[in-house]
């Protein structure tokens, strides 16, 4: 199974400073058709996950444009350009190119 | 809207059997793949099972491979998740979860709760 390794497990920031989540697969995540399938979610308190970014740095609809993702092979990474209090959750990265799908452990974004 | 809304969960004893539904709406529903994941209490999100379109093509998770098994009807727009043998360890939400059209899961249900207890 691809194992998929978040960092940190947990953040603190100030409203309105960045914020950054990494993601590291054990395996490549770069599929021969070209695309990466590599997805960010958000889990808000009590709610299910919700789509971020798709295929490394796409964002799904609605998706404010704070949040963006960069990466490539094995090292990903997501960011927030001002972390808004709506923002506090915690999120998961995914791989979708080889069955299991596997998520990272989470991380768990605060607002200070 | 993409609407997908879980039913069947419940307590459920070792040992014993739960089916869980999930209604779909807002979209197509015979032109997408499904999955179900779960996520234990105060855990990650764990990948339980996926069905094609068509229903060619029916994936497991380890974990569940031979007690579970997935279905879907898509004239009445369901996905289904037929649970026997069920383990404490089972115990957790359940979402059904469409694939969307560039290969991640794009829309969760709500999920309904499993508890296998005694």
């Known amino acids: 199974d691809i194992v998929m390794t978040q960092t940190p497990l947990s953040l603190s920031v100030t409203p309105g400073q960045p914020a950054s989540i990494s993601c590291k697969s054990s395996?490549?995540?770069?599929?021969?058709?070209?695309?990466?399938?590599l997805y960010w979610y958000l889990q808000k308190p009590g709610q299910p996950p919700q789509l971020l970014i798709y295929?490394?740095?796409n964002r799904f609809s609605g998706v404010p444009d704070r949040f963006s993702g960069s990466g490539s092979g094995t090292d990903f990474t997501l960011k927030i350009s001002r972390v808004e209090a709506e923002d506090v959750g915690v999120y998961y990265c995914m791989q979708s190119i080889q069955l299991p799908w596997t998520f990272g452990q989470g991380t768990k974004v605060e607002i200070k | 809207e993409v609407q997908l809304v879980e039913s069947g969960g419940g307590l459920v004893k070792p040992g014993g059997s739960l089916r869980l539904s999930c209604a779909a709406s807002?979209?197509?529903?015979?032109?997408?793949?499904m999955n179900w994941v779960r996520q234990a209490p105060g855990k990650g999100l764990e990948w339980v099972s996926s069905?094609?379109?068509?229903?060619?093509?029916?994936y497991y998770a380890d974990s569940v491979k031979g007690r579970f098994t997935i279905s879907r009807d898509n004239a009445k727009n369901s996905l289904y998740l037929q649970m026997n043998s069920l383990r404490a360890e089972d115990t957790a939400v359940y979402y059904c979860?469409?694939?969307?059209?560039?290969?991640?899961?794009?829309?969760w249900g709500q999920g309904t709760l499993v508890t296998v207890s005694s």
């Open positions: 069905i094609s379109s068509s229903s060619s093509y029916i």
């Open positions: 395996q490549s995540l770069l599929h021969s058709d070209g695309k990466t399938y």
């Open positions: 295929e490394v740095s």
């Open positions: 979860a469409r694939v969307g059209v560039f290969l991640g899961i794009d829309y």
């Open positions: 807002g979209f197509t529903f015979s032109s997408y793949s």
